[in-house]
């Protein structure tokens, strides 16, 4: 039986548009509404999933960042988590805050819990990075299966299937183990009203990065933050020889 | 990677604009299924065409079957015409001048917007003339002070509501519909909708319409005046006259400021009763946060899993609603709900729920209940139904309904759906084809029912072709004397949407 550890980020909602701020330094989240990571998602549902298959014991949840983490956190704990990490780093060094800082949060908390599978989103929508959980791995010095879309455990081994450029890679890890919950891993439930209530009476612990050791100072700055250049407006062409020269004349065919 | 990033955002962002794939039904010609006579209008002919090809210029007229075909056939796939010409002017005065000439040759036209009405208004029912508002399309004006926004009929509700959102505002009206109907349709059936409950209807909201009359006169009554009380208010004659008063051009409306907070819940119940219960308590808790209020029963639910395989996140139960609050402040909202949420559980008036206040997920609620029409739609053949009942007989229809149709063994679903906090219920039959059997065994048996607990047979759809015959069971002849006299005064040679709305 294992304990299972899994992030969560709170991310602006993607049914929202995004807008970059007047100054460049980043992008508007004040007033916007902000979700769970899909990615994180997937990963909350595969935890509650091992849990109730019993191969699990007890599923934790940790989110790193200001106070509206514990948002995010309720909401796997309403999801079937059973206790919240929030790891509090204020607004203003969030914004420097990179997977790096956040792998090596995973790492030691990981080792503190006592946990023996790690399962994080493989990336965040905003940042994009797709590093965190092999970078997490690497610090524990753990194995790793990253973009799984089907785990199972045997003895204490995960069978899992990874999604790789033009297919699918059966990979077998030993435990303890860091994944990463690729699209197809799961369909995360939704909370339900009774386990709305219930999460808000399961326990949230509130630690710092000094409290675990790890140091936050930036590594990067962020020098501009700009829109993607807009779309040019399409033109009708009258027929379709003066469409085809058009795409010849522009290469496309 | 960054692919699976949007796949993930493909599979969960639904595009309004739709029109099911699958339907088996090849709509019959409306003459022959409903047996109407054609009135005495004249015949399009080439000169016509070349009058018209002079008012909007050769590409904005539409003459090819194959181009008119999608016009001739409405959303429901209930009525087909055979209307040969097209119109797509651009200005009121194109309009003007295409009804003039009509009316002088006695061309009968047929009004069209989105195409999404369901009641057959839309569609001409034998060669009526269409004049489609597709490419009357510019927002004309926005003032953010009062909230007033004038627009060309053909903005595509959707559209707006883009609009609006950049400038901090939204349209007082949404429905499922929202990716294709176009504002001019909706004043037109006067279009209800999810968020009535709060906002009102559309005679309230619109402030000002600039119409053509059968005879190519502008009438402009464009006031952007919350208040105006000049004379007769001659705007109201055009909201809801589906297209046989008058041609709309031009609309002001009111637009409410966007809430900063929107919170969902999604409820299962296990009887009507507490259906009811929550009609109560959500008005009397939930008070001024209240935005929609809209009721599914387990059949009509079933049918957006079966048919479009979404998920139904809580578990089965006899009846569902789905409640949205929208408010000014978050924490103000959230509690109210949460504690009208955690009552409701712990009286055991709910079964099972979910909530969310995130973008994406109300989204996804939310297509459970918009959906419900085009799901249905996939099985084959809609008989749909637009009823306005008192809370207490709301849904005693539709289990008699379901009696009453028992021994037809072609029928498939009977079900009940609607914007319950306004009384409105959408009462569905669906089958695999038309079946005459099964619209006679219908009607008028829901109608006479509607009429004795004295509900209206037509809510928010309108009357167009289909129901002319229903409207004398809620309305007396007197009323509709007066209607026939109104329609003879506006349009003395009957062209504007022939065999519509009035009784034939
Ligand atoms: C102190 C004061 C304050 C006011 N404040 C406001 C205000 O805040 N907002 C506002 O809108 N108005 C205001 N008014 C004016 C307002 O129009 C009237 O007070 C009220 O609406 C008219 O009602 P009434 O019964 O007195 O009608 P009357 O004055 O008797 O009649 C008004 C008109 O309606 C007709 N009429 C009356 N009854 C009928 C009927 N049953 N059928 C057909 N026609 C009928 C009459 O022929 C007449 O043309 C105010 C007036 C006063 C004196
Ligand atoms: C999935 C779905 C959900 C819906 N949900 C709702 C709902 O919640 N509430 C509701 O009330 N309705 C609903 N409807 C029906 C609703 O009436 C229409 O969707 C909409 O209001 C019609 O707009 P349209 O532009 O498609 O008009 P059309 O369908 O093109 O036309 C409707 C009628 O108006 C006339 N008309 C159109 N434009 C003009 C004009 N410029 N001047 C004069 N006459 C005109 C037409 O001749 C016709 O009689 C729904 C429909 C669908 C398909």
């Given at each position: 039986m294992a304990r299972v550890l899994v992030g969560v980020k709170r991310v602006i909602d993607y049914a929202v548009k995004i807008r970059v701020k007047p100054?460049?330094?980043?992008?508007?989240?004040?007033?916007?509404?902000?979700?769970?990571?899909?990615?994180?998602?997937?990963?909350?549902?595969?935890?509650?999933?091992?849990?109730?298959?019993?191969?699990?014991?007890?599923v934790v949840a940790v989110s790193c960042g200001p106070s509206q983490a514990q948002e995010t956190l309720r909401t796997a704990l309403a999801m079937g988590a059973d206790r919240a990490i929030h790891v509090e780093v204020p607004a203003g060094d969030y914004e420097t805050l990179q997977p790096i800082h956040i792998s090596k949060i995973l790492a030691k908390i990981a080792q503190?819990?006592?946990?023996?599978?790690?399962?994080?989103?493989?990336?965040?929508?905003?940042?994009?990075?797709?590093?965190?959980?092999?970078?997490?791995?690497?610090?524990?010095?753990?194995p790793q299966a990253t973009f799984a879309s089907k785990v199972e455990k045997k003895d204490s081994e995960l069978h899992v299937t990874r999604e790789i450029d033009g297919g699918l890679e059966n990979i077998k890890v030993k435990l303890p183990a860091v994944l990463s919950a690729d699209l197809r891993l799961n369909e995360p439930r939704y909370a339900t009203l009774p386990n709305i209530m219930k999460a808000k009476k399961k326990p949230l612990k509130k630690v710092t990065p000094k409290d675990l050791g790890v140091d936050i100072s930036p590594r990067i700055q962020v020098i501009s933050v700009e829109d993607p250049p807009v779309r040019q407006a399409g033109s009708i062409v009258p027929d379709v020889d003066t469409l085809v020269s058009k795409l010849k004349e522009k290469g496309h065919c | 990677m960054r692919r699976a990033t949007s796949n993930l955002c493909a599979n969960l962002w639904h595009s309004s604009s739709f029109r099911p794939a699958n339907y088996s039904s090849h709509a019959a010609l409306t003459k022959d299924r409903y047996k109407v006579q054609r009135g005495k209008y004249a015949s399009l002919t080439d000169k016509d065409v070349r009058v018209f090809e002079e008012i909007v210029g050769k590409t904005r007229i539409l003459t090819d079957d194959a181009d008119v075909e999608a016009y001739n056939v409405d959303w429901l796939r209930s009525v087909r015409g055979f209307s040969k010409c097209v119109l797509k002017p651009k200005t009121t005065e194109e309009v003007s001048a295409?009804?003039?000439?009509?009316?002088?040759?006695?061309?009968?036209?047929?009004?069209?917007?989105?195409?999404?009405?369901?009641?057959?208004?839309?569609?001409?029912?034998?060669?009526?003339?269409?004049?489609?508002?597709?490419?009357?399309?510019?927002?004309?004006?926005?003032?953010?002070?009062?909230?007033?926004?004038?627009?060309?009929?053909?903005?595509?509700?959707?559209?707006?509501?883009?609009?609006?959102?950049?400038?901090?505002?939204?349209?007082?009206?949404?429905?499922?519909?929202?990716?294709?109907?176009?504002i001019g349709g909706n004043v037109s059936t006067n279009?209800?909708?999810?968020?009535?409950?709060?906002?009102?209807?559309?005679?309230?909201?619109?402030?000002?319409?600039?119409?053509?009359?059968?005879?190519?006169?502008?009438?402009?009554?464009?006031?952007?005046?919350?208040?105006?009380?000049?004379?007769?208010?001659?705007?109201?004659l055009f909201i809801?006259?589906?297209?046989?008063?008058?041609?709309?051009?031009?609309?002001?409306?009111?637009?409410?400021?966007?809430?900063?907070?929107?919170?969902?819940?999604?409820?299962?119940?296990?009887?009507?009763?507490?259906?009811?219960?929550?009609?109560?308590?959500?008005?009397?808790?939930?008070?001024?946060?209240?935005?929609?209020?809209?009721?599914?029963?387990?059949?009509?639910?079933?049918?957006?899993?079966?048919?479009?395989?979404?998920?139904?996140?809580?578990?089965?139960?006899?009846?569902?609603?789905?409640?949205?609050?929208?408010?000014?402040?978050?924490?103000?909202?959230?509690?109210?709900?949460?504690?009208?949420?955690?009552?409701?559980?712990?009286?055991?008036?709910?079964?099972?729920?979910?909530?969310?206040?995130?973008?994406?997920?109300?989204?996804?609620?939310?297509?459970?209940?918009?959906?419900?029409?085009?799901?249905?739609?996939?099985?084959?053949?809609?008989?749909t139904y637009d009823f306005s009942l008192k809370p207490v007989d709301f849904y005693s229809i539709v289990p008699a309904l379901r009696e009453h149709l028992k021994n037809l063994p072609n029928v498939l679903r009977v079900n009940g759906f609607g914007h319950f906090g306004d009384g409105n219920l959408h009462l569905n039959v669906t089958s695999k084809e038309y079946s005459k059997e099964i619209l006679n065994t219908i009607e008028p048996f829901v109608y006479e029912w509607v009429s004795k607990v004295g509900g209206s047979v037509s809510a928010e759809h309108g009357i167009g072709f289909k129901k002319t015959g229903a409207v004398k069971f809620s309305k007396t002849p007197q009323a509709i004397k007066l209607m026939q006299q109104m329609k003879g005064v506006m349009d003395p040679n009957g062209i504007l949407n022939p065999y519509k709305v009035l009784p034939l």
């Open positions: 100054d460049k330094s980043g992008v508007v989240t004040e007033g916007v509404k902000h979700s769970m990571n899909p990615f994180d998602e997937i990963a909350v549902e595969e935890a509650v999933k091992m849990k109730e298959k019993k191969l699990a014991t007890e503190d819990e006592k946990v023996d599978i790690v399962i994080l989103g493989k990336q965040a929508i905003d940042d994009d990075s797709n590093q965190t959980a092999q970078m997490t791995a690497g610090v524990l010095d753990w | 295409i009804l003039k000439y009509c009316n002088e040759r006695v061309l009968a036209v047929c009004p069209q917007g989105g195409n999404t009405g369901l009641a057959g208004g839309s569609n001409p029912v034998f060669d009526e003339v269409v004049i489609s508002t597709s490419l009357m399309n510019n927002i004309l004006e926005f003032d953010s002070l009062s909230g007033v926004l004038s627009c060309q009929a053909g903005c595509v509700l959707e559209q707006l509501e883009t609009f609006l959102l950049e400038q901090g505002h939204m349209m007082p009206l949404d429905l499922g519909a929202k990716g294709s109907c176009q279009a209800g909708g999810l968020r009535l409950v709060r906002y009102g209807s559309l005679h309230g909201n619109v402030l000002g319409i600039e119409a053509v009359l059968a005879n190519g006169e502008i009438v402009n009554c464009m006031s952007k005046m919350k208040k105006d009380n000049t004379g007769y208010h001659l705007k109201h809801g006259s589906e297209g046989t008063l008058g041609f709309v051009t031009k609309v002001a409306i009111q637009c409410p400021v966007n809430p900063k907070s929107i919170n969902v819940a999604l409820l299962g119940l296990e009887s009507y009763d507490k259906v009811l219960e929550i009609l109560k308590t959500s008005r009397r808790d939930l008070g001024e946060i209240l935005s929609s209020c809209e009721m599914m029963d387990l059949d009509a639910l079933k049918v957006v899993e079966e048919n479009l395989k979404l998920r139904i996140p809580i578990k089965e139960c006899p009846f569902y609603i789905l409640i949205e609050t929208s408010g000014s402040n978050s924490n103000h909202d959230e509690e109210k709900l949460a504690l009208f949420l955690e009552n409701a559980l712990d009286k055991k008036v709910v079964l099972d729920g979910t909530q969310a206040s995130e973008p994406s997920r109300i989204k996804q609620i939310f297509e459970l209940r918009e959906r419900i029409a085009e799901a249905l739609l996939m099985d084959g053949f809609l008989y």
